[in-house]
């Protein structure tokens, strides 16, 4: 926890202070089980901007990741960052915040960011086991802010269906593109 002050305050320092931010801003929500189960990072410095990284985003009524669909092999890391607004990045694995179905492969560690206020928070995971991850932001789950990234090849309990809150590439789709943007699905 020191470890997050001390980067939230050098972060703070870096951009010039306190942004005013859109959007949510709730406390976290998590799955009630104790310690993250996942290898994480939480900084507010700048984001490293890579191709394996997806912007959470608030514009004006609209909540989303982008891109909403991402391809990478296994044993790549993914950072999300905060473009705007306040969001998290919550795998639906059942009991995991508010999800209430699993939608990750079976045997594959979850994820779950908690709630991001500054602009400029990252989170990581690692995703190690192969198949399709649906995943979603907790304050934005109901308006349909969900995402899918592909590991390797399709597969898993998502496979052959849409997230219960929202719509994603079919995951075949984010294989041939690498990554679909958000202003480029039509859902």
Same mark, same amino acid.
């Given at each position: 926890?020191?470890?997050?002050?001390?980067?939230?305050?050098?972060?703070?320092?870096?951009?010039?202070?306190?942004?005013s931010l859109a959007g949510c801003s709730s406390s976290g929500n998590g799955d009630?089980?104790?310690?993250?189960?996942?290898?994480e990072t939480q900084e507010?410095?700048?984001?490293?901007?890579?191709s394996n990284t997806v912007m959470m985003v608030t514009e004006g009524s609209e909540y989303y990741f982008d891109p909403l669909g991402l391809?990478?092999?296994?044993?790549?890391?993914? =950072? &999300? #960052?905060?473009?705007s607004g306040s969001h998290s990045a919550t795998a639906y694995k059942q009991g995991t915040s508010s999800a209430e179905v699993t939608r990750i492969p079976e045997g594959a560690e979850t994820f779950n960011?908690?709630?991001?206020?500054e602009q400029g928070a990252t989170f990581e995971? =690692? &995703? #190690?086991t192969t198949g399709t991850y649906d995943y979603f932001c907790i304050p934005h789950?109901?308006?349909?802010m969900v995402g899918r990234i592909v590991v390797g090849e399709p597969g898993g309990p998502a496979e052959g269906s849409m997230p219960p809150?929202?719509?994603?590439?079919?995951?075949? =789709?984010?294989v041939d593109q690498g990554s679909v943007s958000y202003s480029s699905f039509s859902g």
């Open positions: 926890m020191e470890r997050r002050r001390i980067l939230k305050t050098a972060g703070f320092l870096a951009t010039g202070g306190v942004t009630g089980g104790g310690e993250p189960t996942t290898t507010t410095a700048g984001g490293s901007g890579g391809f990478i092999d296994s044993g790549e890391t993914v =950072t &999300f #960052e905060i473009q960011s908690e709630i991001l206020s995971h =690692t &995703f #190690e789950k109901s308006l349909g809150d929202g719509d994603v590439p079919e995951s075949q =789709t984010i």
